[in-house]
C-alpha cells in the first residue's frame, strides 16, 4: 500500500487540561446563533401544539433504570472525570426521537439515548 492511500491511524485520546480547548474565533456567535434557532423551535411547537416542549427530543420512547460501573483498569487517557476511578453508579437512560414535536410513531427519525448518571461526587459546573 502506497503512502497516499494508506489509511490514517487512530490517534489516542488526549488527558482533558483547558489547553485542548480551542475556541474558534466566531463560537461566541455561533452560540447565539444556535440558542435563537432553539429557541424559534420551542416558540413554534408551543404555537402549534399549545404545550411548552423541549426544542429537540420532546417525545420519550422509554426510560431504563441501570448501573454504569466504572472499570478500574482504564488507560489514564481515559480515567479522568468520573471515569478516574473505579466506582459503580446508578443510571437512567432515556430513548426518543430527535424532533422538538411529538410525531406519530409511524414518522421515521432518528433516535437518541439520553444517559443520567447518578450519585456523581465532585466539582459541578456553574448552574
Known sequence: MSAA????????????TPS???????????FDELAETMLSISRKTYEDGG????SVHAKSHGLLIGRLDVLDDLPAELA???FARAESYPAILRL??????????????PRGLAVKVLGVTGERLPG
Open 20 to 30: 485542548v480547548e480551542n475556541p474558534g474565533p466566531d463560537e461566541a456567535r455561533l
Open 80 to 82: 479522568q472525570g468520573l
Open 96 to 109: 426518543s426521537t430527535t424532533p422538538g414535536d411529538i410525531l406519530p410513531d409511524s414518522v421515521s427519525t
Open 5 to 16: 492511500t494508506a489509511k490514517p491511524q487512530p490517534q489516542a485520546p488526549l488527558p482533558y
Open 51 to 54: 404545550h411548552a416542549l423541549r
